[in-house]
């Protein structure tokens, strides 16, 4: 069942620069997906237009039911409802806790105390960090920053993960704990993961859906697929 549905989108921006040309794309519920490019390729362009960061200049963009071309500036948390987002940095509050970052966004939704603390937990022990619950940002290593943030994307148990290079700023080592925690969130939570990388040995290992995108086009779609991108000079 389709989850992601792209049809003939373009996006094209006020300086005249084109982030995407035309893209097709389908994306099934609990699919893994990489979405790979050199800088400047397109691929930011079609993660901000998932999470209705920017909107389609022409085309259809639907996710999890709801258009995002047509959807209002007033509903767009209907369908960030419906989504967790992880950045390469962190973007925790750094005068919060652990516990406290992560049951932030419950709290703003109005849930009561009694039906957040299970649901953070829940998260936290996905991440491995159930013993970091008092911890603050400060005192944790970029790895489990990191945990943090994808503990606070999954935490309302969305049908979809948006990752925008989460390993950018951590150590290969660090790199591969995290995505084998984003790996377990997908086989285990069943959550669609979408994911923009420059990070080859990553996506060479994990053998997952390849996506390219050149110049806004896409170029390649490959099931278990590896980075191959075109180098520019």
């Given at each position: ?97 652990v ?30 960090l ?27 148990n ?7 290079e ?66 520019s000079?």
């Amino acid at each position: 069942m389709k989850l992601i549905d792209i049809k003939e989108c373009s996006k094209v921006y006020k300086n005249g620069v084109t982030g995407l040309a035309n893209l097709d794309l389908e994306i099934n519920k609990g699919e893994f997906v990489f979405i790979i490019g050199q800088t400047a390729s397109g691929k930011s362009t079609l993660i901000k237009l998932l999470y209705r960061e920017e909107k389609p200049t022409k085309g259809k963009v639907i996710v999890g039911g709801i258009d995002v071309a047509k959807l209002r500036n007033s509903k767009i948390y209907k369908l960030r409802r419906k989504l967790g987002v992880v950045f390469q940095d962190f973007k925790l509050l750094p005068k919060l806790t652990v516990y406290e970052n992560v049951a932030f966004g419950l709290e703003t939704l109005g849930l009561k105390s009694n039906d957040i603390r299970p649901k953070v937990m829940k998260a936290l022990e996905h991440v491995g960090l159930k013993d970091k619950v008092r911890s603050f940002p400060d005192q944790l290593s970029g790895g489990e920053q990191q945990r943090v943030c994808i503990a606070r994307a999954i935490v309302n148990n969305p049908k979809l993960l948006i990752c925008d290079e989460p390993t950018g700023n951590l150590d290969p080592d660090t790199s591969k704990e995290i995505m084998d925690v984003i790996d377990n969130i997908n086989k285990e939570l069943g959550t669609t993961v979408v994911m923009a990388t420059h990070d080859k040995d990553i996506v060479n290992r994990m053998k997952k859906r390849v996506v390219t995108i050149e110049n806004g086009i896409k170029v390649s779609d490959k099931m278990k697929g590896s980075y191959k991108v075109h180098e520019s000079n």
